[in-house]
């Protein structure tokens, strides 16, 4: 039990260092003032995103997790679209930008079939190239909560239901930003998301915390709309 609680503590730690170097980032280039001859408009911005979400790691289709009378299956994740949104701040040679993202996927377990939904929110840091042109390459780091609801997962003696996952995790991705206007943008990236799955829950309804270290890593891709105010 103590080494499950000092591992969750430093991976908990180390991604609230991330994001508050997130924060350090983004205020020392406001502070610098970063707003010289940029093409794109600084400022509020929000924008609607298309994403393609994979679930691996831990997620291998032929797992159970018991606790008590309780099991969990743990399925195998297929690749799915989704929807998501945004709103982040922009300056001149980066952004702070916050994003929730929802897709749902199909999902397999020892031949057995189902569907899950997959959700989460982020926090990510960018910093932009070649500022002054329309065409702008971008790199990010930041953070991640999911949560994962998959459908008919767990079960008991007497009832089935779904299972519950919440985790935390590290982004590192890049991309591409177009600029039709100083306002508009169209943007893709691909971002590789390292997530660990920390507390799980099943048809008893109470949350617990998985002992031993439970990936769902990934690599999503997304388009995005934005709009600068």
Known sequence: MHNKIST???????CLAVMLGILGLSATAHAEGYYSN???KSGFYIGYIFPYNSVRGSFSGDEILYAGNELILIPKFQDASGFGVAFGGKFSKGAIEFTYL????????MGAEGTATYQMVTID???FFLNKRRTQPFILAGASFPWITAD???????NTGDANFRGIGLNVGG???FYFHPRISLSAGAVYRLIFYTTAKGV??????????FWGNGLNSNVSLNFTF
């Not at 929802?102 to 377990?109: E, L, N, T, Y």
């Not at 008893?204 to 270290?213: H, R």
Request: aromatic share 18%.
């Open 152 to 158: 008919d997962c767990a079960a008991d003696y007497y």
């Open 38 to 40: 940029e093409y794109a």
């Open 102 to 109: 929802k897709s749902k996927h199909s999902i397999s377990w």
């Open 125 to 127: 840091f960018k910093r």
């Open 8 to 14: 969750l503590s430093k991976i908990s730690g180390f």
């Open 204 to 213: 008893g309804g109470e949350w617990g915390e998985l002992e031993d270290l």
């Open 175 to 177: 991309g591409l930003s």
